[in-house]
Nanobody
């Protein structure tokens, strides 16, 4: 499974940005895909996840109500719509996929930088 994230950039606080991630080689519908982020000096943290088959979603408390995760199975792409962005959302965002065998996030994209200016 390979993942390629794009869509990061610089945005002012209160603005919006949408990240995309092309997922290739994922030949199974089970388990989920998602987004994590890592800010400078901090550990990588979970942002949002979505079941690849049924599209059920869940979010970190810090982004609930502001971010929306979605996926388009036909395009093998998932998205993270981010709105009402805050400076604390500044981080490198990574898309990821759970493996079929273990149900853990074993596959990772290269990351895309999101910077929110105050």
């Amino acid at each position: 499974v390979q993942l390629q994230a794009s869509g990061g950039g610089l945005v002012q606080a209160g603005g919006s940005l949408t990240l995309s991630c092309v997922v290739s080689g994922r030949t199974y519908d089970e388990n989920q895909v998602g987004w994590f982020r890592q800010a400078p000096g901090k550990e990588r943290e979970f942002v949002a996840g979505i079941g690849w088959l049924r599209g059920s979603t869940h979010y970190a408390d810090s982004v609930m109500g502001r971010f929306i995760i979605s996926r388009d199975k036909g395009k093998n792409t998932m998205y993270l719509q981010m709105r009402s962005l805050k400076p604390e959302d500044t981080a490198v965002y990574y898309c990821t996929s759970e493996s079929r065998e273990y149900g853990t996030f074993d596959y990772w994209g290269q990351g895309t930088q999101v910077t929110v200016s105050s």
